[in-house]
Each structure stands twice: as structure tokens, then as C-alpha cells.
């Protein structure tokens, strides 16, 4: 029901690296207190394929339990674009002192903003810059009392937020309420006066200085500019981001609160042959419900179309079958290990080869197999509480899917294993070391209804081989509550016949 991305040899690869011990003095604090110290790894920072790189860490003062082991600390690779102030999460380990728990690649990964003042901002400056120019982690502009050093929005943003143990709230940190006559109320910053005589005078004097660079230095062998052309020079980038990043200083203090952040307005170039939609600029992102649901998914990208001009898209509600003597499908599963993870539109269960079905003489191998609820497919309009799809390909990659329904009833056994190893976060990939039998997702009586159909999610692929198990499954009340809280509704409504021949079996 959920898919997860990259390789084993690059997760054992990043394993082996996070489990070699740091310089003893290469990991720098930027912030301590609330029972957490955040550091980052200053020889980590590297370039690579993924960019700039560099490795951060939480360490927590408790352990936090994770399954059958725990750790306390989080550490965190991070991508880091300096010029647009973003960082990306590349993936998270686990450790228990120094020992490795666990480790994690970010599948969906999704650049943050980086806020003035934030510790993601004091990371990205370590990163981005000379680490020995920043200052002191302990160091701080002006006095601050206690009780204002607890109320400080003083903790990571993202990044924070990107390492937060699942489950855990964040707590909302404000400044206490005063009383308007008390002498504690927290002020505003008060700057002194900006000298803007002195500003020019410090402005003519640095390009004064840039000229006498430009003569003396790499550009001694260039010819003198002309008269009354100004003097460029390229100041180095460390230069020209420490002084935007004192200006943005300047401006957040003045105003007394973090800056709004400006919406800037990106033109669209559109193709010709696309249509205008906003949601086509948020990567094309779809879902269940609201302005990105079913009803609009033809409309978020081109290769999308079939999901509205399609006549053979499924699921449907299966009724006036034509009732012939089908052939039995031939199910060659057994027990295997799997891998399971939430998408972000279901639970799904990735599985190694060895697993098959054989029908109308072709061969099909299980792929995966995930969950909807309630039933995509329809009986003469009776809707089940959950459905399971296995999805199957063979070799010249046609699909067929095996739908089983749902019902409440007693509980199931490997679905209990599956909610047991449900991962905490989305995009997160479980690999229990326990196997699972995909045949105990079949029931006793093999009938089916088989129809040609399509995907049921983006893009809605046609020529599927459709195969509705008739007898269904009984999976607890419990069971489907637990999965109702990870989905609501991820069930794309019934789409119309079309004419189309629907056989069961007699």
C-alpha cells in the first residue's frame, strides 16, 4: 500500500559511513537545552552528487523506544541550496550512543525555507561557510534572561521538525503575558540610529579598496577602465552573503518579530497543448479529495488525460456479468519477506521476487499489493468496508490485479502483522525481519469477475487486467479503524461502463 524508493547497497553504503565515529572535535553545537543538543558534523560537509551536503544531529537527554530497540540520537543528512537559504533532508539514522539503530532515506523530499535567525539558519551558515568566521554557539548578541531563552523561538524550523521523533507534539514556546504595569514585560529591540553619513563614507571606502584590488592583484595584466566607467569587482561569495545576511539582521530587528516573507510572483510558461491549472505547478501533486481529487486529476498534468477521456477506467460496479465457465487462476505464492510504507495515498507492501499467478496462459509476478478503503469496486451497488489490490506484470509489462474484498468480521492475521509494522511517518519504509504469506490474502473460493480496466490512481492507465475475487475476506473493526486513521477515504469513485464485458465465473 505504500511504495519506498532506493537501493539496498546505497542504504548499507550510508549505514556503514554514519556508524564510523566522527572527529572528536568536528561536531559543533549550535544550540543545548529542553533536554536536546543539536550539533553539526563540520568534516561532513562535502559535495556531491546531491549537491552540498553536511550531517546534523539531535541528542536527546532519554531514550525514545522504537520498536523492540530505542535510541537517542537523531542524525540527519541535509542538502543545503546557499543562494535560496533551502535545505533538503536526505536521510535520517537512528543511533542508541553510538550505535547504529536504524536509517532511513527521505523518499519524498521537499526543500524547506530557511527563516532569519532560526538554528536552521546558524546550520546552513556552518555549512554553506567557513565554520572557524561563525561565532561561539553559546554566544549571543544581547543579554537575554532566562525566562526569555526558554520562550525564544530559538529552535529549528525544519530541520527540527524533519528529525522530530514521531509522535512527539511540538510544543508551542511563547512569551509569557505581563501584566502592562510590570517591569518585566518583554520590550522590543532597540537598535542605535543607523549613520547614514557614515554608511556612505564606509561605502566609498570599500570601493576604493575594490579599485586598488582590481589594479594590483589577478587583474593587474587588464587595461585600466575607461574615464568615468564604473569600477566592478567580484567581492568572494562569503563576502556578499555575510552582507545580505547582516542587512536581513538589520531589518528583523528593526521590525521587532520575524519578516513576512514576500510572495513572489514565477510566471507559468505553459505549453500549448497544457491546460492552465495552479495545481500543475505543485508537482503535479494529487489526492482523494478537494481541487486535486478525482474529478481534476485529468487536469494536473497531460499524460493524466485517460483518467477523464478514458472508456475502459476502473474501478467500476460490477453487475450483469456474463456467467461462463472461466479458467482458474493459477496463484504460486509463499512466504517472503516484504517492505511497507506509506505513500501518502496508501499503505503499501512491496515484495521481493518468486511470487506469480498464471491466467490465460501468461504468467504474471507479484509486484506489491496495497489497501483502499472502503471498496474501489462495487457489487450491484454494495460498497465493502476495504478492499486489497494485487498488483502483478508479466514480461512484456501488462499488469493484472487481483482485487480481494474486505468485510468486518473476525480479525486477520497477516493484516494485524502489516498494522503492527505500519511505519510512524509517511514516506517511511518498514522491513520487518519477519516473512508474510500474500496467499493468506485469498480466500477459500477462487470465483472471480474479470473485466479490462485501468489504474485507479494518476495516470490512469489503460489495458489492466481486472480479476474480483467473489467471496470476501473478514478483516476486524478494529483493523479497519486503524487504517482509517492513516486514510480516511483513498477510494476513486466507480467510472461508467462503456459498454464493456464484464464474465464471472458460474
Known amino acids: 500500500m505504500l511504495s519506498l524508493r532506493t537501493s539496498l547497497r546505497v542504504g548499507l553504503v550510508a549505514a556503514l559511513a554514519l556508524a564510523q565515529p566522527a572527529v572528536a572535535d568536528s561536531w559543533r553545537v549550535v544550540h543545548a537545552g529542553g533536554g536536546e543538543t543539536i550539533e553539526i558534523d563540520r568534516a561532513s560537509v562535502s559535495r556531491g552528487v546531491d549537491g552540498l551536503t553536511a550531517w546534523s544531529r539531535i541528542r536527546l537527554d532519554r531514550r525514545v523506544a522504537d520498536g523492540d530497540a530505542s535510541y537517542d540520537t537523531i542524525r540527519a543528512q ?36 530557511i527563516q532569519v535567525g532560526s538554528l ?40 527540527h521538525a524533519d528529525m522530530r521523533i514521531a ?16 517591569a518585566d514585560k518583554p520590550k522590543l529591540i532597540q537598535l542605535p540610529q543607523i549613520d547614514k553619513a557614515a554608511l556612505a563614507q564606509a561605502a566609498a571606502a570599500q570601493e576604493a579598496a575594490l579599485r586598488a584590488e582590481t589594479k594590483g592583484g589577478a587583474t593587474a595584466s587588464k587595461p585600466p577602465p575607461a574615464p568615468g566607467k564604473p569600477v566592478t569587482a567580484r567581492a568572494e561569495p562569503r563576502e556578499i552573503e555575510a552582507l545580505s545576511e547582516k542587512r536581513i539582521r538589520e531589518l528583523h530587528y528593526a521590525n521587532s518579530g ?23 505547478t505543485l508537482h503535479q501533486h ?64 512491496n515484495l521481493g521476487e518468486g511470487a506469480s499467478l498464471t491466467v490465460m496462459g501468461k504468467r504474471y509476478a507479484l509486484q506489491q499489493f496495497h489497501f483502499h478503503r472502503p471498496s474501489e469496486e462495487r457489487v450491484n451497488g454494495r460498497v465493502y468496508d476495504m478492499s486489497v489490490h494485487l498488483v ?16 468486518k468480521g473476525a480479525e486477520h492475521p497477516l493484516i494485524q502483522t502489516l498494522l ?22 485469498l480466500p477459500e473460493n477462487r470465483a472471480y469477475w474479470t473485466y479490462m480496466g485501468s489504474l485507479t490512481t494518476p495516470p490512469c492507465t489503460e489495458g489492466v487486467l481486472w480479476m474480483v475475487l467473489k467471496q470476501p475476506l473478514q478483516v476486524a473493526g478494529e483493523q479497519v479503524a486503524i487504517f482509517s486513521r492513516v486514510f480516511r477515504n483513498n477510494a476513486r469513485p466507480v467510472q461508467p461502463h462503456h459498454g464493456r464485458l464484464i464474465k464471472e465465473s458460474r
Not at 533551502?86 to 550512543?97: D, H, N, P, S
Not at 502483478?392 to 468485510?407: I, K, M, P, T, W
Request: charged share 30%; hydrophobic share 35%; with cysteine.
Open 78 to 113: 541535509n542538502g543545503y541550496d546557499c543562494g535560496k537559504r533551502r535545505f533538503t533532508t536526505l536521510r535520517r539514522a537512528y543511533f542508541l550512543g553510538e550505535r547504529l539503530v536504524r536509517e532511513e532515506e527521505i523518499a519524498r523530499r521537499r526543500a524547506n525555507s
Open 120 to 159: 536552521d539558519e546558524r546550520l546552513m551558515n556552518i555549512a554553506c561557510r567557513n565554520p572557524d568566521s561563525e561565532p561561539p554557539a553559546t554566544a549571543s548578541p544581547t543579554p537575554r534572561r532566562e525566562a526569555d531563552s526558554v520562550a525564544n523561538a530559538d529552535r529549528p524550523v525544519a530541520m
Open 167 to 182: 509522535g512527539e507534539a511540538e510544543t508551542a514556546r511563547v512569551f509569557p503575558v505581563a501584566d502592562a504595569n510590570s
Open 258 to 280: 520575524p519578516p513576512r516573507a514576500a510572495r513572489k510572483k514565477v510566471p507559468v510558461v505553459q505549453s500549448a497543448h497544457e491546460p492552465e491549472n495552479p495545481a500543475a
Open 286 to 349: 494529487w489526492s482523494y479529495e478537494g481541487d486535486t481529487g478525482p474529478a481534476h486529476w485529468a487536469k494536473l498534468r497531460p499524460d493524466y488525460a485517460a483518467c477523464t477521456s478514458g472508456k475502459r477506467q476502473a474501478p467500476i460496479d460490477i453487475r450483469d456479468g456474463v456467467r461462463v465457465n472461466l479458467e482458474t487462476i493459477r496463484f504460486d505464492y509463499k512466504p517472503m519477506r516484504f517492505r511497507i510504507v506509506d505513500n501518502g495515498h496508501t499503505v503499501q507492501v
Open 392 to 407: 502483478h506484470r508479466n514480461d512484456d509489462g501488462q499488469l493484472a490485479v487481483v482485487a480481494v474484498l474486505l468485510e
Open 420 to 441: 503492527n509494522n505500519l511505519p510512524l511517518e509517511q514516506d517511511s519504509e518498514m522491513a520487518p525481519e519477519e516473512a508474510i504469506d500474500p496467499s493468506m490474502l
